[in-house]
């Protein structure tokens, strides 16, 4: 199939592990295409998602006063770090009754959907293939992503969440009169003819302002994850080269093992760098929504 399409046996493997498994049936056309669902995506950011409640809540369940466990240990360490930072960011103790919480959630949620990438590539595949699922074109399961934060619309989605955040608390601090006045009163302020000139532009700088906010939230968390998703089936493919005991696939297999326990040291760094990044800048977001220009 590869020879008749043109298209070479390398590039064909990469291609069929960067489908999802959707409602078409086949890779998408355009970014944005609001009639496809990508199954693999949800059920593995809903399953992560349920995986983090369901450890929160045995942690908080079993937690005494005594000397914890290490689990419980773990776990505390991470509460109160993610605490620490909510209130050195955010300056409302009523506000971070719900933004801490949230921004907990929002770092160990990413943190284990990232850590999904550390998984080898070709497992899902082998085992959907002894299940007898996904052999041919058309088959279920045939197409499979298994890192939802590599999909644009689960890291963009999650943005979207922290804009309409922003917008609420942007709201709830200033009141409604007070925001919307603050679109067209900063960050140029003016008095008289002067701020009439300026209101277009200070709207046009806040639209673009929250806009940015919102879109490199979504993409640095997507284009991450997707350019070490890629670099993992890369290196898939110096095994993929084996052609028997012979000096060439012996240095490609070796040369494997290496890259990819290389890759995947250095990719756990990546995997909560990129949790703590989205989580820190959620905190900013909303802090900032607390205050003035």
């Known amino acids: 199939m590869a020879a008749e399409s043109g298209v070479s046996p390398q590039a064909e493997y990469i291609q069929h592990h960067l489908v999802h498994l959707n409602n078409l049936g086949e890779k998408q056309t355009t970014i944005a295409q609001f009639n496809v669902v990508n199954y693999d995506s949800l059920f593995w950011s809903i399953f992560m998602g349920l995986v983090v409640v369901l ?26 770090m993610v605490d620490d930072q909510a209130k050195g960011i955010v300056n409302s103790a009523k506000s971070r009754l719900f933004v801490t919480p949230l921004a907990l959630t929002v770092f160990l949620w990413i943190a284990v959907m990232n850590a999904l990438d550390l998984l080898p ?29 590599a999909d644009l619309n689960v890291p963009m989605g999650m943005s979207l969440g922290v804009l309409l955040l922003m917008f609420y608390y942007g709201i709830k601090i200033k009141r409604p009169g007070g925001f919307v006045k603050e679109l067209f009163t900063a960050p140029f302020h003016a008095h008289g003819i002067g701020g009439v000139i300026l209101a277009p532009i200070n709207l046009l700088m806040n639209i673009i302002e929250y806009a940015a906010k919102s879109v490199s939230l979504g993409m640095r968390l997507f284009g991450n994850m997707f350019a070490g998703e890629l670099l993992f089936l890369l290196i898939a493919l110096l095994g993929g080269a084996w052609t028997g005991f012979n000096g060439t696939s012996i240095a490609l297999g070796l040369g494997q093992i290496v890259a ?9 760094l990546i995997v909560l760098l990129q949790a703590f990044i989205f989580m820190m800048l959620t905190l900013v977001y909303i802090g900032q929504a607390h205050e003035g220009h």
């Open 55 to 80: 450890c929160l809540w045995y942690v908080a369940r079993r937690a005494s006063s005594g000397v914890p466990g290490r689990f419980q240990g773990a776990v505390e360490m991470v509460v109160d």
């Open 121 to 149: 590539v070709d497992l899902p595949g082998t085992i959907f293939h002894a299940l007898g699922w996904g052999r041919h074109p058309g088959d279920f399961l045939y197409y499979h992503r298994i890192l939802p934060t």
């Open 260 to 268: 990819g326990s290389i890759w995947s040291v250095f990719h756990i």
